[in-house]
């Protein structure tokens, strides 16, 4: 039998940690009485307040794999920014183009010479040969599904229960007694979105064949494997079967690498011989500067191009003046080249297989109803003992107050992990002695709760 953790011990655990936080961070308390003034909720965006610390930590410096807050304490990082700072905080590729770029001018609404350059790289790496840069992967993701509809003269799109693909808003939809509604915590949406999208449980494949065989779908746009609800592993044949259906329907499979990324220098996509229509990647892809790329296949490209001879003349809506920017372009080479190659890879997947190993030591150890799973230099535990099979599945066993107990109790110690789920990631910045220190962490976490 596994054993279980009273939820009196963790109660008593967070309410501890709390005080212990806030008696850490004098400072930070200081600064967020000070930005309630001025900022809603008192922090420049509102996720920020989503740790469930008693008030937000400030950061005053990030370096590498550390960071520092404003009372001088510092952290092994495995949130990075949860995926923005994939290869660590100002990595020093990152930092000296900013240095020798950002004399020579930002956004010029024109292309630079490095476009030639980062267009070849990343064809090159993600096999797709027409790309367009984007501010953020949500931006890349709506621009995405606007050509498919437009190519295909199909307004639907489906996704994938439990899925995340940024502030779109016609993923924000979830199943409920087999119908599409739309996420109840969606904030001022007017629109009916079950009139735009088909939503179904991630590897599920007749309710795929069913759902596409109206032929009504533009697209589907999917991670390959679900990432905001914990990490929900792809079944065997699926992806076959997703490429196989949408092709057989003239459904175009849009993937969205921006949390799987991590699989390797080609993503998700090259290590595993995904064939998408269409790819997104957002978020670590210029180093931390906001950025992101959509590219697609020579077929869509041929077919976007054909959909441009007869287009009306006017706004499309597609497109930002700061998309494609000289910055956004110098630092996307650098990331490439320096980054997304898999030297710069093998030894993130090693230190990424050495966190597992030490997490699934201490659920042995202590016999707890745990598992672990690792996408590449991605780790993440779930405190529930079989892997969910879709997103309805993980939505009930994550956001717990063990969860909040554990990133509090961590955090206290120097450590932190995504506190959206207990997700983390390593950089080339993260060591041995920063993997060890989290499981080190976990363990004594656990101890105390079961004492």
């Not at 437009?150 to 993923?171: M, N």
């Not at 659920?363 to 879709?390: D, M």
């Amino acid at each position: 039998m596994h054993r279980q953790i009273a939820a009196s011990s963790i109660s008593a655990m967070l309410e501890r940690e709390k005080a212990l936080f806030t008696q850490r961070n004098p400072e930070s308390r200081r600064l967020a009485g000070e930005t309630q003034a001025n900022w809603l909720r008192g922090v420049p965006m509102h996720w920020m307040v989503d740790w469930g610390t008693p008030f937000p930590l400030f950061v005053k410096q990030a370096q590498g794999a550390t960071l520092t807050d404003a009372d001088n304490n510092q952290y092994a990082d495995f949130c990075l920014g949860d995926t923005g700072a994939m290869f660590g905080h100002s990595p020093p590729a990152v930092t000296e183009v900013l240095a020798r770029e950002g004399a020579r001018g930002l956004t010029t609404m024109m292309p630079s010479p490095d476009a030639a350059i980062v267009g070849k790289l990343l064809a090159d790496r993600f096999g797709l040969p027409f790309w367009q840069v984007t501010a953020t992967a949500s931006d890349a993701n709506r621009s995405i599904l606007r050509w498919c509809r437009a190519i295909t003269g199909r307004q639907k799109i489906l996704v994938f229960s439990g899925c995340y693909h940024g502030a779109v808003d016609e993923t924000f939809v979830m199943l409920e007694n087999g119908k599409t509604i739309a996420d109840p915590a969606l904030i001022g949406e007017v629109r009916d979105l079950s009139q735009t999208t088909k939503v179904l449980e991630f590897n599920d494949i007749p309710a795929l064949e069913a759902a596409l065989a109206d032929r009504d779908v533009a697209c589907v746009l999917a991670e390959p494997l679900l990432t905001n609800t914990g990490m929900v592993l792809v079944e065997e044949g699926f992806h076959k079967a997703l490429r196989e259906i949408t092709r057989a329907t003239g459904t175009l499979l849009v993937i969205d690498e921006t949390h799987t990324m991590s699989s390797g220098p080609g993503g998700y996509t090259a290590e595993y011989g995904l064939e998408p229509d269409a790819l997104v990647l957002g978020k670590p892809i210029a180093g931390g500067i906001p950025a992101a790329v959509y590219g697609v296949s020579a077929e869509v490209g041929a077919r976007i191009r054909q959909y441009l001879e007869t287009r009306t003349p006017g706004h499309s809506g597609i497109g930002t003046t700061l998309s494609g920017s000289r910055i956004q372009v110098a630092l996307m080479r650098a990331v490439l080249e320096t980054y997304f190659t898999k030297e710069a890879f093998a030894p993130l997947l090693i230190l990424a297989a050495r966190l597992e190993k030490g997490i699934a030591d201490v659920i042995i150890k202590y016999n707890l109803p745990w598992h672990v799973v690792r996408v590449g230099a991605r780790v993440e535990f779930l405190c529930c003992p079989k892997h969910p099979k879709n997103g309805t599945e993980a939505v009930k066993v994550i956001h717990q107050p063990i969860d909040i107990a554990i990133h509090h109790f961590l955090l206290n110690r120097g450590v932190i992990v995504t506190p959206f789920h207990n997700m983390m990631l390593i950089c080339p910045e993260t060591t041995p002695t920063h993997v060890d220190q989290l499981v080190q962490g976990l363990a004594a976490c656990v101890a105390e709760l079961l004492n």
